[in-house]
């Protein structure tokens, strides 16, 4: 039954006595209620004979409160019938004005700004680690006891990162194969020394760029897909319910993942490295008017197997940083869809720059052993 709301002075001349029911339904009455209500310090309002008080209602009075004590004036709600005390709670807790950062200029702005990214890094670099001691925790366990191994599961993410990205690694890799070559023809004509295009191509696919730009299509493909799948799972509360049961999360959704990842990357860095060798051999004969038998005979000259194995060499290590770190940030998704947005770009971003990193790390390598 919708009663109006009254508040009326009681026998105390500050204190006030609050009746009936303060809803949204009876919005304008209680405007026009609370709109004379006395400003002095020392009011107290009786909350104990409200009959019915809903989420308006409990603003309105939290409102009210607020509202004395920002004038100066001390306003009391006592005799809050238990039922309405969470209530009240959660609508005092929410309405907490946030103070306004002070803003910052010149020197300490920057200073700040280097300080908040450094601690930043610090925590990413934390919880990539932690994932990595995780799963190789989890791997070992597996090892131990085979029986653990999903390979069902594997052989499903093997079939998504590797299978189905066959078509675009493939058209990607020749396609940047065709434009060095190209490039490669175009520059070296000044000079006479377009056959040494053969030479370009072939070292700078097999050692550097069918490696990294493959690494860089799965990192934005399987690794944001990764992360989604987790993030999403993380919102549903299904990792929780997997601690819950006593089953680790990481050797049930990161290890096959990962393991994916390791087995496939090398094998996708061998098809996109042959596709971009294909592709500059068609443009070093249609363009630069080189046969393939020349073509071949050259390229066989101009690199040899460790060029080839450099390539192989990266492609595992750079497939399980991919997978850490879209694990790691599948993980540290919250329960929003802009925090699973917010994750998937960073763990597209993170692991490019990582990869980017890595590949710059072993040329240092692999020169100073003379490879």
């Given at each position: 039954?919708n009663q109006p709301p009254v508040l009326e002075a009681a026998s105390n001349g500050k204190r006030l006595a609050a009746r009936g029911s303060w809803t949204v339904a009876n919005a304008a009455a209680l405007e026009r209620l609370l709109t004379g209500l006395p400003q002095a310090d020392g009011f107290?309002?009786?909350?104990?004979?409200?009959?019915?008080?809903?989420?308006?209602?409990?603003?309105?009075?939290?409102?009210?409160?607020?509202?004395?004590?920002?004038?100066?004036?001390?306003?009391?709600?006592?005799?809050?019938?238990?039922?309405?005390?969470?209530?009240?709670?959660?609508?005092?807790?929410?309405?907490?004005?946030?103070?306004?950062?002070?803003?910052?200029?010149?020197?300490?702005?920057?200073?700040?700004?280097?300080?908040?990214?450094?601690?930043?890094?610090?925590?990413?670099?934390?919880?990539?680690?932690?994932?990595?001691?995780?799963?190789?925790?989890?791997?070992?366990?597996?090892?131990?006891?085979?029986?653990?191994?999903?390979?069902?599961?594997?052989?499903?993410?093997?079939?998504?990162?590797?299978?189905?990205?066959?078509?675009?690694?493939?058209?990607?890799?020749?396609?940047?194969?065709?434009?060095?070559?190209?490039?490669?023809?175009?520059?070296?004509?000044?000079?006479?020394?377009?056959?040494?295009?053969?030479?370009?191509?072939?070292?700078?696919?097999?050692?550097?760029?069918?490696?990294?730009?493959?690494?860089?299509?799965?990192?934005?493909?399987?690794?944001?897909?990764?992360?989604?799948?987790?993030?999403?799972?993380?919102?549903?509360?299904?990792?929780?319910?997997?601690?819950?049961?006593?089953?680790?999360?990481?050797?049930?959704?990161?290890?096959?993942?990962?393991?994916?990842?390791?087995?496939?990357?090398?094998?996708?860095?061998?098809?996109?490295?042959?596709?971009?060798?294909?592709?500059?051999?068609?443009?070093?004969?249609?363009?630069?008017?080189?046969?393939?038998?020349?073509?071949?005979?050259?390229?066989?000259?101009?690199?040899?197997?460790?060029?080839?194995?450099?390539?192989?060499?990266?492609?595992?290590?750079?497939?399980?940083?991919?997978?850490?770190?879209?694990?790691?940030?599948?993980?540290?998704?919250?329960?929003?869809?802009?925090?699973?947005?917010?994750?998937?770009?960073?763990?597209?971003?993170?692991?490019?720059?990582?990869?980017?990193?890595?590949?710059?790390?072993?040329?240092?390598?692999?020169?100073?052993?003379?490879?």
């Open positions: 039954m107290v309002v009786d909350a104990a004979d409200i009959v019915h008080l809903d989420t308006f209602g409990a603003w309105t009075i939290e409102r009210v409160i607020r509202n004395s004590r920002a004038a100066g004036h001390a306003l009391a709600l006592v005799n809050v019938p238990e039922r309405y005390n969470d209530l009240l709670g959660e609508v005092e807790a929410a309405s907490v004005e946030v103070p306004e950062a002070v803003r910052r200029r010149g020197v300490l702005a920057m200073l700040d700004g280097i300080g908040r990214a450094v601690f930043a890094g610090i925590d990413d670099l934390t919880s990539i680690v932690a994932m990595a001691g995780a799963f190789a925790i989890a791997f070992g366990r597996a090892i131990r006891h085979p029986r653990s191994f999903r390979p069902t599961s594997i052989v499903s993410h093997l079939d998504r990162v590797g299978w189905q990205a066959i078509g675009i690694i493939l058209l990607i890799t020749f396609l940047i194969g065709a434009i060095i070559a190209q490039q490669g023809i175009f520059n070296f004509r000044r000079f006479g020394a377009q056959d040494y295009v053969v030479n370009l191509v072939g070292i700078l696919v097999l050692r550097e760029i069918g490696v990294l730009l493959v690494a860089i299509m799965v990192a934005g493909r399987s690794g944001s897909s990764f992360t989604a799948e987790l993030g999403s799972m993380k919102m549903r509360e299904e990792v929780d319910a997997l601690r819950t049961m006593g089953i680790d999360p990481v050797e049930i959704l990161v290890l096959p993942r990962v393991i994916a990842l390791i087995v496939a990357l090398p094998v996708l860095t061998f098809i996109g490295s042959m596709a971009a060798l294909v592709g500059g051999g068609l443009v070093a004969w249609f363009y630069g008017g080189m046969s393939p038998e020349l073509y071949a005979v050259r390229l066989h000259d101009a690199v040899s197997v460790h060029d080839y194995y450099i390539g192989l060499i990266k492609a595992p290590v750079m497939a399980a940083v991919i997978g850490i770190v879209a694990c790691s940030e599948g993980f540290k998704v919250t329960g929003s869809t802009e925090s699973l947005g917010l994750r998937t770009t960073a763990s597209v971003v993170k692991a490019i720059f990582l990869v980017i990193v890595l590949d710059g790390l072993f040329a240092i390598f692999f020169a100073s052993i003379g490879w």
